[in-house]
Every structure is written in C-alpha cells, then in structure tokens.
C-alpha cells in the first residue's frame, strides 16, 4: 500500500509560480514511477508529468518549458514547479504513484490561476 498526499494548492494570477508537494508513505520502495495528473472544470483528467524511480521525466506539450517535476528521494517527495501559470492550467492537481503494477492517487489539490 502507498498513501499520496498533496499540498500546494492555491489562487495565483496568470504569469505566477506555484510548487506542488506530493509526500508519499507506506511501500515507497515499491514505486517504479510517480506523475501528476490534472482535471479542469468540464474537462477530463489528463496527464501532466512523470518521473521514475530513475529520475526519467516526461512532459506533456502543454506545460513542456514550464513546468518541472522532481524528487527529493530522502523526504520520499516529488514536486511539481509550475512557472508562468495560465487560467487554463486551473485544475485540481492530483499525484499518482505505480508501484508493482498497482496504480495509487493522492486526494488532489485545487489550483486556481486567475487572468
């Protein structure tokens, strides 16, 4: 069992940065790979970034020279730096880790970019 939590969440204007935190517990050996996913008003989840256990990133094109995922593998925590924010990337952000095959979803944060 893995436990994602989230946090980092907020109201920021078009043009701003935000920094969302993904802690995980439980079998976090386990995590062959971990990603963000988002969810805008009237839309459908769509995938954002991922990492490996390797340090492997992938973007997708719409926040590709924008947005930067990390890890910080001694607090078990990967991060989403998000620069130069537009009112379309509101949506709440959730993280997901796969870890034996198995996919895990944190609760999500709500980001909000305001124009």
């Known amino acids: 069992q893995v436990q994602l939590v989230e946090s980092g969440g907020n109201l920021v204007q078009a043009g701003g940065s935000l920094r969302l935190s993904c802690a995980a517990s439980?079998?976090?050996?386990?995590?062959?790979?971990m990603g963000w996913y988002r969810q805008g008003p009237g839309k459908q989840r769509e995938w954002v970034a991922t990492?490996?256990?390797?340090?492997?990133?992938n973007y997708a094109d719409s926040v590709k020279g924008r947005f930067t995922i990390s890890r910080d593998n001694a607090k078990n925590t990967v991060y989403l730096q998000m620069n130069s924010l537009k009112p379309e990337d509101t949506a709440v952000y959730s993280c997901?880790?796969?870890?034996?095959?198995?996919?895990?979803w944190g609760q999500g944060t709500q980001v909000t970019v305001s124009s």
């Open positions: 997901k880790a796969v870890a034996l095959g198995w996919p895990y």
């Open positions: 439980g079998s976090i050996a386990s995590i062959n790979v």
């Open positions: 990492i490996t256990s390797g340090g492997s990133t």
